[in-house]
């Protein structure tokens, strides 16, 4: 008898775990980063967040229409990665950029390679890294 080693794509380890439980988790884990940003930072903090967020939101599921893809923003992975676009800008960053490099993000990043677990880099840090090269003066 032959020994073969078999390579599969991931994931390896299963679970009953669903993707929206794992990203309401990790809202809730930065929840407290939110709260300490607006005392820290200021209201600003959280129109930047609410922003990035709904940006995202929308985004995702324009482009699944558009795809013609299966419409999955119930899934939070797109209110987490406005959450952690929203963390990585300056506090005195105008809401616009946040709604931009939100909508990269997600479109460019995230569903153009085929949505959650095809994107080849972090969105949330892409978009960071876009808004950078793109609008450095407020940033």
Request: proline residues 5%.
């Amino acid at each position: 008898m032959e020994n073969r080693l078999i390579a599969s794509s991931s994931p390896h380890v299963r679970d009953a775990e669903s993707t929206q439980s794992l990203m309401l988790d990790v809202i809730i884990a930065l929840l407290p980063a939110l709260v300490a940003s607006i005392f820290y930072f200021g209201f600003n903090s959280m129109i930047l967040v609410i922003s990035a967020v709904v940006s995202a939101v929308v985004t995702e599921y324009a482009c699944q229409k558009i795809m013609k893809r299966p419409i999955t923003v119930t899934d939070l992975s797109a209110v987490v990665t406005g959450i952690l676009l929203a963390f990585n800008l300056p506090s005195n960053a105008p809401w616009w950029v946040a709604v931009i490099g939100s909508a990269f993000a997600i479109a460019i990043v995230k569903q153009i390679f085929g949505g959650i677990g095809f994107n080849f880099m972090n969105p949330a840090l892409a978009g960071r890294a876009f808004l950078v090269a793109s609008w450095n003066p407020y940033l």
